[in-house]
């Protein structure tokens, strides 16, 4: 099936970008993307395209990018299966349309100076080819939008690929030579993974579906795929050891395959916590091609997965056993910290004695067990839902905790010594300082230890992504009202 068919590719790569050096920064990964990719391509193991149909372009600039796609579209054949691979810098305007960056790219004229989207939709609507697979690894590559499918593709499609949503950044290269990490993994996924049965090719699917799992396994950047048409298209050929070996699920090496149905993930400073596998970061994989292709499934999925960690550790919190030492820390932790408090409550009594009324008197010392109670219930939250609790909070409480004692030491020593008053000072106010810390090292991290660094940074960039798409909503509201204010302006009817 698949060798009946010619196989025709334009791998493009751009690193640098001199015309905007500032908003289009020097990239490590695209000539070593576009390299590693070709090699796989034409992989006389796995490969279905011949080296001379394969063609590379470093560095060029979008005139030329423009012509070379236009003639790699225009002169294919109805039967030849058409591969576009981008890697560099992904740029958006204000409409949200993505344009490919090359190497004269400036981010002040994108229309003039990038490849849009929608110009390269338009090039593959008048080429004779029934198949075309786009692969784009950029930031916000999941914009790629205007897939059109008409009756003469029946059986056929075409196929986007992409490294990220429409709203993400691309995970780069971190130096020289190096690969980004969705290029990686799919030059990894064309030479190694299973299909799930025992077949030849190599689908574009499977190859999604197992470059999603290992992408996914470590960070919400979540490659997306879309197409029109039906069927699916082969990418690459199965080696033959591969062939004769039953399908099984792959996972990437740095995740360990569990053994039962839950997991101990130990949190940091503090004892484990106890999360069922359904909850994890890295789940099943999905069973049908609805939910393969349907990046909208995919997106309520990967945020549904974070937050029923995070239920699983909120409900683990407090029901872990701990050891008898935990338990001996703790209660001391906590004796302290309240006989503390309250001898500070009464140092602050005694030292607004007869220069207060009653109801602020009282009102003053309430102060202090309320704001180290606020701080305690502050840090719990933040906690149990991967928050960094400021440095300076514990601070604050030593502060406060310490403003009843001192002013208690400055009233019955007013007539001594200075010196003597500043080490009554220091001396009364170190037990009280100390307090609040000793109450976080030995109750807070013994009951509440925090989630695991990796959780934490995984929540973080699941808020930024969703705060990143709020803006981004806004800004278009805003800019269709100032659009509609310049008509009424006008005096023109709206469009």
């Not at 579906?209 to 069927?231: C, N, Y």
Request: aromatic share 8%.
């Amino acid at each position: 099936m698949a060798d009946s068919r010619r196989y025709r590719a334009l791998l493009i790569g751009n690193a640098t970008y001199p015309r905007d050096p500032h908003c289009l920064p020097t990239i490590n990964g695209p000539l070593a993307d576009i390299t590693q990719l070709k090699q796989v391509l034409t992989d006389p193991q796995v490969g279905l395209f011949d080296s001379a149909d394969v063609e590379t372009l470093s560095d060029h600039g979008v005139q030329d990018l423009r012509e070379q796609v236009d003639e790699f579209f225009t002169t294919a054949a109805r039967g030849d299966v058409l591969l576009l691979y981008y890697s560099g810098h992904g740029q958006l305007d204000e409409r949200g349309t993505l344009y490919l960056c090359a190497k004269d790219t400036r981010t002040a004229g994108l229309r003039s100076t990038a490849l849009s989207a929608i110009e390269i939709n338009n090039i593959i609507d008048g080429s004779p080819a029934t198949t075309t697979v786009i692969i784009l690894d950029c930031c916000y590559s999941g914009a790629f939008k205007g897939l059109t499918p008409s009756a003469s593709v029946a059986g056929r499609g075409r196929y986007v690929l992409t490294s990220s949503r429409s709203t993400q950044l691309a995970r780069a290269a971190t130096r020289p030579g190096q690969s980004s990490p969705f290029t990686r993994q799919l030059v990894r996924a064309l030479r190694t993974a299973q299909p799930g049965k025992a077949a030849e090719a190599l689908t574009i699917v499977e190859v999604y579906r197992q470059v999603h799992h290992w992408m996914t396994a470590d960070a919400v950047i979540a490659p997306q795929l879309k197409f029109s048409g039906e069927g699916d298209v082969a990418i690459a050929r199965r080696p033959a050891s591969s062939r004769s070996t039953p399908p099984r699920e792959t996972e990437p090496p740095s995740t360990p395959r569990s053994r039962s149905s839950s997991q101990k993930l130990s949190a940091a400073g503090g004892s484990p916590v106890t999360a069922s596998a359904s909850s994890l970061a890295i789940q099943r994989t999905p069973t049908s091609l609805e939910q393969l292709v349907d990046p909208q499934i995919w997106e309520r999925g990967h945020s549904g997965k974070l937050k029923d960690y995070a239920s699983a550790v909120e409900e683990g919190f407090g029901k872990s056993e701990l050891s008898k030492g935990q338990k001996i820390v703790a209660w001391l932790g906590s004796i302290y910290s309240i006989a503390i408090v309250a001898w500070s409550c009464w140092l602050m009594w005694l030292s607004l004695e007869g220069t207060e009324g009653w109801f602020n008197q009282a009102l003053m010392t309430a102060m202090l067990p309320l704001v180290f109670i606020s701080i305690g219930a502050f840090d719990i939250h933040s906690r149990i839902h991967g928050f960094d609790l400021p440095w300076y909070a514990y601070l604050f409480v030593s502060v406060v905790l310490s403003v009843g004692p001192i002013g208690y030491i400055l009233n019955s020593a007013s007539g001594r010594d200075l010196l003597v008053q500043i080490f009554g000072v220091c001396m009364i106010s170190m037990p009280v300082a100390v307090a609040p810390y000793l109450f976080r090292g030995t109750v807070m991290d013994v009951c509440f230890p925090e989630l695991h660094p990796d959780i934490k940074e995984k929540l973080r960039l699941e808020r930024a992504e969703a705060a990143d798409f709020q803006k981004k909503k806004a800004d278009s509201i805003q800019l269709a009202d100032s659009i509609r204010r310049y008509y009424r302006l006008k005096g023109e009817p709206e469009e």
